[in-house]
């Protein structure tokens, strides 16, 4: 278990139940629901997630955490819902203008621009570039001051990841880790409030997924805010201040880690099992009607590439 | 039969107009295609409006020959937010298909029965139908004597010989803009949304408009090239617009290198030396008829594409270390 931080400190007084209200939210989520056809992905009554925390979202494969990042960072549309992120009303917008308020994602499957070189992608990431305007880009003198700085800060995030050396290779020559760790490392480029990662450490060989989570326990000490997905429970023991549970599309529990560990749905939904392949169980949310079909895949992703991470999964080893 | 005759035949095409024709329309389809990852399959449609917009415009409604050209490049850009609008916020595929047909209906339509007082119908528009053709101010501008000209083994009759300088000055100064633009940050976030665009989504860019923007430029750039062509033949007809254009346009992209700025330039003077010297070499040897040369020659450089693919796959000035990547 982690030390405290200031956000479990916040966070200790709020109970763990599903839905709970935190003392200072910046996203808060209403009754999001996603249906594909007749299954129903997503189905978040309320959820709140406390600034500064590192919330960890975990449950089973399907349990639609990938589609509820999806819908937050406007990547898809929910069919009903609302949620506020920093006070602004983000239900319909589009993904760029969810990146543009702060709130920034990465994909399970890795994205790095593979025809550009490690300094482009992460050039790529700062915003309100000048350059990027087609008639202003061809005034150089326009926006060569601000690319200058913008290549700095790029250098100095490069230099904090340990991927300086890497700068001018093209993406598609990195490794999967370090295309996470490029992927990561973009996203701070965004200048984000928030970060979404989905699935950081997935198919990352041990010593870097230690270089990772040093990576990610660092954001809150930015100001930032981190909501991951994670399959690995010792990872995400050791890094959240609050842990959310999905299960076939809704939260079934919340709550800090020693407490979520210790929540019998939770022990006997996903973290106590044993057997290997957790496709094998699909638990059934507390008060739930007629169970609902497990969602694969969400539509964004595809198993493309997922080769990539053929290293055996983080949670078939025991908690 | 003599070497230096193909040759220089060759060479005559390789720096002539047609070749300026398909160095435009490559360069169009090099920001589309090279950069932004956009699959034009259509590329003669947006050629079609651009040599129509301008004839119609000067010999049918009798406008000056300025706003013929801005005519032909405006009906560019209208066809570009006609098809980029419904079908970029899909997938590439979608694209390429409604291009393709697009381009297709545009040439059965100027070719039709009812717009044969606005489109010449299967006859097409010569310059000057019973009154000032499109080419008569081209042709007051032309600052050459009239005449034939010699330079080595390249030989112009003046008209040929202005509108090629004004081609290559075209062909040069759309590589300048091609250039510059994708050396810029405006250039960074279209080569990554070639290479994924919901990254270059999550990081706040509106990949929307940034195609859009490369659909408009590209084919104007299209546009101009169909401008270039009615110019260089003082007429022009619907059947010239055949897909196939858009496919040599591609292969004249491929071979010279996507995503580099000269590769359409000089993939454009290859294929047309190719295409030339193949049809002289096979008039020369005379083993054929002359009505089969035609296919025969297309099938001799479609031979010499796929060897230079398999061994250049990049292309002449393409990036290897590029094309070795697997996305």
């Keep these: ?319 | 039969m003599d070497i230096t005759t193909i040759l220089a035949g060759g060479l005559n095409t390789a720096v002539g107009p047609t070749t300026v024709v398909f160095a435009l329309a490559a360069i169009g389809l090099n920001v589309h295609y090279g950069y932004t990852g956009l699959l034009n399959f259509g590329q003669v449609g947006f050629m079609l409006v651009g040599a129509y917009g301008m004839a119609i415009t000067v010999s049918i409604v009798g406008l000056p020959f300025w706003v013929g050209i801005l005519a032909g490049l405006a009906a560019a850009v209208v066809l570009a937010l006609l098809l980029g609008v419904p079908t970029l916020r899909l997938r590439a595929d979608y694209l390429a298909i409604s291009t393709i047909a697009a381009a297709e209906i545009l040439r059965f339509v100027f070719r039709s029965g009812p717009f044969v007082p606005i489109t010449g119908g299967p006859f097409g528009i010569p310059s000057g139908p019973g009154g000032p053709g499109f080419t008569q101010t081209w042709d007051a501008l032309n600052p050459f004597p009239p005449g034939s000209y010699q330079f080595g083994w390249l030989s112009f009759t003046h008209s040929r010989l202005w509108v090629t300088v004004v081609g290559w000055t075209l062909v040069a100064l759309a590589s300048l803009l091609v250039w510059a633009l994708t050396r810029s940050p405006w250039g960074r976030v279209v080569k990554s949304i070639r290479e994924d665009e919901d990254a270059a989504r999550a990081l706040g860019k509106n990949v929307f408009a940034y195609k859009m923007q490369s659909l408009v430029l590209g084919g104007m750039l299209g546009g101009l090239a169909g401008i270039v062509l009615a110019l260089s033949q003082a007429a022009l007809s619907p059947d010239q617009f055949l897909p196939q254009l858009t496919f040599f346009a591609y292969a004249v992209l491929i071979m010279g290198g996507a995503a580099s700025v000269l590769g359409p330039v000089v993939g454009a003077m290859l294929f047309w030396f190719l295409i030339s010297s193949v049809e002289r070499f096979l008039l020369g040897t005379g083993i054929m008829p002359t009505g089969t040369i035609g296919p025969t020659r297309l099938a001799l450089v479609g031979l010499l594409l796929i060897v230079l693919m398999a061994f250049r796959p990049q292309g002449l000035l393409g990036n290897k270390r590029e094309m070795m990547l697997d996305a």
């Design chain 1, 1 to 319: 278990m982690r030390e405290p931080t200031p956000a479990s400190t916040a966070l200790a007084d709020v109970a763990p139940e599903p839905g709970v209200a935190k003392p200072d939210p910046i996203l808060v989520v209403d009754g999001v629901r996603r249906s594909f056809g007749g299954l129903t992905a997503v189905d978040v009554e309320h959820l709140e997630l406390q600034r500064g925390a590192i919330t960890s979202l975990i449950g089973p494969n399907g349990a639609g955490k990938t589609t509820f990042f999806n819908l937050m960072t406007g990547f898809d549309q929910p069919n009903a819902g609302t949620w506020q992120f920093a006070g602004d009303d983000l239900a319909g917008v589009p993904a760029h203008r969810v990146a543009r308020s702060g709130m920034v994602r990465t994909f399970q499957l890795t994205k790095a621009l593979t025809r550009l070189t490690v300094l482009e992608n992460m050039k790529l990431g700062a915003t309100q570039q000048r350059g990027e305007r087609m008639l202003t880009s061809l005034w150089p003198p326009a926006w060569k001051a601000q690319e200058r700085a913008i290549e700095e800060r790029a250098d100095e995030l490069l230099v904090r990841f340990k991927m300086d050396h890497m700068r001018d290779e093209l993406g598609g020559t990195l490794s999967g880790g370090q295309r996470k760790l490029l992927e990561m490392a973009r996203a701070l480029m965004v200048e984000p409030v928030m970060v979404m990662l989905d699935e950081p450490m997935a198919g990352v060989n041990p010593a870097l997924t230690q270089s990772l989570l040093q990576h990610v326990k660092d954001l809150p000490s930015f100001g930032m805010t981190v909501l991951f997905v994670e399959h690995d429970m010792d990872v995400v023991m050791d890094i959240s201040d609050w842990i959310v549970v999905m299960a076939q599309g809704q939260i079934i529990a919340e709550g800090p880690p020693d407490v979520v560990s210790k929540d019998p749905a939770v022990i006997t939904a996903y973290i106590g099992e044993e057997h290997g392949d957790e496709s094998r169980f699909t638990p059934v949310p507390r008060g739930a009607g007629a169970p609902v079909a497990v969602i694969e895949e969400a539509p964004v992703d595809t198993h493309e590439g997922e080769d990539e991470h053929s290293g055996p999964h983080a949670e078939e080893r025991e908690p």
